[in-house]
C-alpha cells in the first residue's frame, strides 16, 4: 500500500495490533452473549477490563502519538507528505479517533466504566420489580458523567451534540431537531389514518425450532452468507458482530410461538453482516475499514428486515418455504395473509417489538428526553410522567408499568446516551436507498419474489460497504441518492404501503 | 494472601495479568476448534500470535525480572523474606518458569514456531498422500530444533530429560526405561494370552446424535458438572481447555455408527475438566493454580475413562440409560455383552483407537524412537522402517501405510518430542490411585451401579485437585497412593480384568 517504513505503514503496523486487540474484545463479546457459561461472568468482566486498558495504553503512548504525528500533524491537521486521497482521509480519521481518545481522561473512563457497571444491575432490578425509584440515583449520576463527557470531548452549540457525535460524526441537535419534528408530525397523522383500518390478527400456531434454524440458514444463504466466513448463533438479543471481515458473527432468537421474530432478526443481522464482511479488507487495521457509523450501519439493516423484507414480493418468495417448513401451522395461509400479518401496525409500549410505523416515534421520544436531560431541563425523577405522557400523545397509549415504559432500554444504565437517534436515521436513510434501488432496478420487486438478492448485495457493496469509511455519512448519502438525508422518501414509502 | 504491597503480591499482580492473557488465548484456541468460520483461520494466527508476543514481552520484561527477583532471588532461589510454605513453592515455581521462558531466546522461539507452521500443512500432506518423504525434511528440522532446545534448556544426563521436563518436570529417561521396559514385557505377554482368547463382536448399529448429546450431557451431570461453570461442544478431536475455574469447555466428537466414542471422550475429558475446576481458585494467578503435570492431568482423564467407565459396574450403570436412548440398537444387549464390547481388546494400527491393554505399547513405541532421535542413534529416514518393526514386535501388526503409521500423530509435526511419555503415566497412575479408592471404598462399585460418582470426585479433589502445584508429581503420587509411581498396579488391574 506504501513503503515499508513510510509514517503511514509505521503508524498502520500499530493501529493494526490495536485492531487484533478490538477484534479479541469483540470475540469475548460475543462468547459473553453466546456461550459463556454464566458463572463465569465476572471472570469475563475482568479479561475485558485489561483488553480495554490495553487499547488505551497503546492509543495514548508517547510513541503512538509519535508515530501518529509523523503523518499528520496532531495539532494542525496538516498530512506530512504526499499520501493518495484515501490515505489522506485515514489520516484524518487517524487524528480524530486520537483526539477523541485523548479528551477523555483515564480517571473519567474509569469512572464511567464504574458508574455503569453498578447502575447496570440496579436496572435490572428495577425493571424486574417495576421500580424506577431503585434506578433513577444511578442514572442521575450518568446524566452529570454524561454532561461531563460532552465538556469533555467539546461542542460549538450543543451538549448533546458532542455525545450523537460518537455515534453519528455528521448530525447536531440543529439538524435532527426539525427532521424529527417533521417525522413526527407525519408518522402520527399516518397512524391515526392507520388505526381507521382493520387490524390484522397476528400468526399464531407452533413453530419447531429446528425448522426456524432451517429458515434462518436458508435465509442468510440466500443473502449471499458463506459458512466459510460467517456463523449463526443464539442468543437472548439478537445482533451481528463483524470480529473481521472474514468472521462475521450474527445470533437470532427463536419462538416456537412464532417464527417472523427469528426471520427479521437475521434479516436485519444479516444486513449489518454483508456491510461488515464487505468493508476494505485491504485496508483492514486502518479506520477505512470501519463501518461509517451507527445510522449507516443501522440503514443496512433497516432495509434489509423491513423495506425488502416486509415487501409483498419477499412474502411471495418465502412463503412457500414457510408452508413447506411449517405444513401444520401455514397450510391454509394465503401469500396475501402473510403479508398483512407480518405489516400488522399496532402501537406498542416496547420498542423491539414495534412496526415500521411506529418505531421511529419510540425514538424520537427517547431523543426528546435525552436532549432535556443533558440540557438540564428535565430532572431523572421527571422521566417515568415525562415518558408516559408522550407515549400517550405519540402512541396512543400509555405503559402499563415502568418496566415497559422507561426501565425497558439498557441503554441508558449503559451510559449510551446519544445512541438512540441512529435507529431512525437507520430506516430515515433505507427508505432514502431503496427510492435510488427502485429507479436502478425497475424489476427490483420480480427479483425479489425469485429469491433473487445479488443484484441488491452488489450494488449495496459497490456504493457504500467497500468504500469503508472514505466518505462521510453526508458524502455517502449525497452521492448514491442524490440528496442530502430527509424524511420525505421514509414518509412516502410509509404512505404508499400502509394507506 | 498476603500484605498489599508486599512483594508477593507485587509478583502476583504481574502475574495475574499473564493468567487473563493466556485464559485469552485458551478461548481463542477453543473457538478455533469449534466455532470459528474457516476462512478466518488466518487472521486468528495472527491474533493468537499477538498474544503470544505479549505474554512473552511480559514474562521477559525488566520490570517482572525485578519484582520477582524481590520475591525470590532469581540467581539463587533464596526467598526473600518469611512466607508461608505455599507461597515458598510459588516462588519456587514462578523463578522455574522464570528462568525457562529466558533460555529460550526469542529469535529461537521465532524460529521454532515457523518451522512447525511450516511442518504442520506438510505433515497434513504427507499423511492425506501416504508419502512420509514430504515430512522427513521438516521433522528432520524439527528434530535438530528440538535437540538445540534440549541444549538451551539444559539437562544433567540425557537431551531428552530436557523435553520430558516441559511435561514431566519429575522425570528422566533414566527412570522412564526401566519402567517402560518392565511394562512392555508384562503388555507383550499379557496380550498374547489375551489373543488365545475368544473376540467379542464390536458395538453396530444406529446411535442418532441427539440421543447421544443426551447421553453426554447425562454424563457430565453425573460427574458432577454444572451448566453454570462448564460446557460440552463437538471438535473434530475431543478436548478440554479450563480457561478459568469457573469457565471449563470439553469438547466430543458424535459417530452415529457408536455411541461409545463419545461417551468414553466425554469421561475423558470430564476427568481433565474436574480437575481445572477444581484447582484452588483462591490462587489463580500464581502457579499454585495450575495441573502438576500432564501426566497428573492424564491420571484424571484416564481414570474416568477406562478404570471406571469400563468397569463393570459402571455397565450396569449406564446399560439401562443405553438402552432407553437406543432402544432400536441396543433392545437385545445384555449388561455383560456391553462389559464385553467396552473392554474389547484387539491391537490397532492407530493409537486414539486403542484398548486399555495395547495402549501404552503404543507410547513406549514413540518413546523409544524420540530418545533415538534425540540422542542421534536413529535417523529420521529410517522411522518407518523402525516403526513398523516394533509395530510387529510390541502389537503383531505391521501398519498397512505410513499414513496409518509413523505418520498418524500429530505431535511432532507440532514441535512436541517428550510429551508422549505422559500418556501412559497417567495410566500408570490411574491404576495406582484405583488401588487405594478400592481400599478407601471398598464399596466403590455399587456407588458406581447406583451412579453415584461424588465419592469419587470429592476424594479427587481432596487429595490432588485442590492442591494445585503445591506438591510435585512424586510427592503427591507418595502421599496420596503411599508408594512412588511403579508399573505394578496396572499390570495387576489389567491381568484381573482381561484374564
Same mark, same amino acid.
Given at each position: 500500500? &506504501? !513503503?515499508?517504513?513510510? #509514517?503511514?505503514?509505521? /503508524?498502520?503496523?500499530?493501529?493494526? !495490533? *490495536?485492531?487484533?486487540?478490538?477484534?479479541?474484545? @469483540?470475540?469475548?463479546?460475543?462468547?459473553?452473549? %453466546?456461550?459463556? #457459561?454464566?458463572?463465569?461472568?465476572?471472570?469475563?468482566? $475482568?479479561? /475485558?477490563e485489561l483488553l480495554a486498558e490495553e487499547i488505551h495504553k497503546e492509543l495514548t503512548s508517547n510513541s503512538y502519538k509519535k508515530a501518529l504525528n509523523n503523518f499528520i500533524d496532531i495539532e494542525t491537521g496538516k498530512i506530512q507528505g504526499d499520501y493518495p486521497p484515501h490515505l489522506q482521509k485515514a489520516a484524518k480519521e487517524y487524528r480524530k479517533n486520537y483526539l477523541q481518545e485523548m479528551k477523555l481522561p483515564t480517571s473519567f473512563v474509569k469512572k464511567f466504566t464504574k458508574t455503569t457497571s453498578t447502575a447496570l444491575p440496579a436496572w435490572d432490578q428495577a425493571k424486574k420489580t417495576n421500580n424506577f425509584s431503585l434506578f433513577a440515583p444511578h442514572l442521575e449520576k450518568i446524566v452529570l458523567l454524561c454532561k461531563k463527557k460532552a465538556d469533555l470531548l467539546g461542542y460549538k452549540e450543543h451538549p448533546y451534540d458532542a455525545l450523537l457525535d460518537l455515534y453519528e460524526p455528521d448530525l447536531t441537535v440543529k439538524t435532527l431537531t426539525p427532521l424529527f419534528n417533521?417525522?413526527? %408530525?407525519?408518522?402520527?397523522?399516518? /397512524?391515526?389514518? *392507520?388505526?381507521?383500518?382493520?387490524?390484522?390478527? #397476528? =400468526? %399464531?400456531?407452533?413453530? #419447531?425450532?429446528? &425448522?426456524? $434454524?432451517?429458515? +434462518?440458514?436458508?435465509i442468510l444463504e440466500k443473502m449471499g452468507f458463506s459458512k466459510e466466513t460467517s456463523r449463526l448463533d443464539l442468543s437472548s438479543h439478537p445482533f451481528c458482530t463483524g470480529i473481521h471481515p472474514l468472521d462475521i458473527r450474527m445470533t437470532t432468537r427463536i419462538d416456537p410461538s412464532c417464527p417472523l421474530s427469528s426471520l427479521y432478526s437475521v434479516l436485519h443481522e444479516g444486513g449489518h453482516g454483508l456491510y461488515h464482511q464487505n468493508l476494505p479488507i485491504e485496508h483492514y487495521g486502518t479506520p477505512l475499514c470501519d463501518a461509517i457509523s451507527y445510522g449507516i450501519d443501522e440503514s443496512q439493516s433497516r432495509l434489509w428486515e423491513t423495506i425488502i423484507g416486509k415487501s409483498r414480493a419477499f412474502c411471495h418468495f418465502i412463503h412457500p418455504t414457510l408452508q413447506q417448513l411449517f405444513p401444520e401451522a401455514l397450510s391454509h395461509l394465503s401469500t396475501e395473509e402473510l403479508y398483512k400479518k407480518v405489516n400488522r401496525v399496532i402501537p406498542s409500549e416496547i420498542r423491539v417489538e414495534s412496526d415500521e410505523v411506529t418505531y421511529s416515534l419510540h425514538i424520537i421520544l427517547r431523543f426528546e428526553i435525552e436532549k432535556e436531560l443533558i440540557e438540564g431541563t428535565l430532572s431523572v425523577k421527571d422521566i417515568p410522567e415525562v415518558w408516559n405522557e408522550k407515549m400517550q400523545t405519540y402512541l396512543g397509549i400509555t405503559p402499563s408499568? @415502568?418496566?415497559?415504559?422507561?426501565?425497558?432500554?439498557?441503554?441508558? &444504565?449503559?451510559?449510551?446516551?446519544?445512541?438512540?437517534? +441512529?435507529?431512525?436515521?437507520?430506516?430515515?436513510?433505507? &427508505?432514502? =436507498?431503496?427510492?435510488? *434501488?427502485?429507479?436502478?432496478?425497475?424489476?427490483?420487486?420480480?427479483?425479489?419474489?425469485?429469491?433473487?438478492?445479488?443484484?441488491?448485495? %452488489?450494488?449495496?457493496?459497490?456504493?457504500?460497504h467497500c468504500h469503508g469509511k472514505l466518505y462521510t455519512a453526508s458524502e455517502v448519502i449525497q452521492q448514491v441518492t442524490g440528496k442530502p438525508l430527509g424524511v420525505k422518501d421514509y414518509i412516502t414509502y410509509l404512505t404508499e404501503k400502509h394507506l
Open positions: 500500500m &506504501a !513503503r515499508s517504513q513510510d #509514517p503511514f505503514s509505521k /503508524l498502520h503496523k500499530r493501529s493494526l !495490533r *490495536i485492531a487484533k486487540l478490538q477484534s479479541i474484545r @469483540a470475540l469475548l463479546e460475543w462468547d459473553l452473549e %453466546t456461550y459463556l #457459561p454464566k458463572a463465569a461472568g465476572g471472570f469475563r468482566s $475482568d479479561q /475485558l417533521e417525522l413526527k %408530525t407525519a408518522l402520527t397523522s399516518l /397512524l391515526a389514518q *392507520i388505526k381507521q383500518k382493520p387490524l390484522p390478527s #397476528p =400468526l %399464531t400456531g407452533h413453530f #419447531p425450532k429446528e &425448522a426456524q $434454524d432451517k429458515l +434462518s440458514s436458508y408499568y @415502568a418496566s415497559k415504559g422507561c426501565l425497558q432500554d439498557v441503554h441508558w &444504565a449503559m451510559g449510551g446516551i446519544g445512541y438512540f437517534p +441512529s435507529y431512525t436515521l437507520g430506516n430515515l436513510l433505507a &427508505a432514502q =436507498l431503496f427510492s435510488t *434501488i427502485k429507479k436502478a432496478f425497475p424489476d427490483w420487486d420480480k427479483k425479489v419474489q425469485q429469491g433473487e438478492f445479488s443484484f441488491l448485495s %452488489t450494488w449495496l457493496k459497490e456504493k457504500i
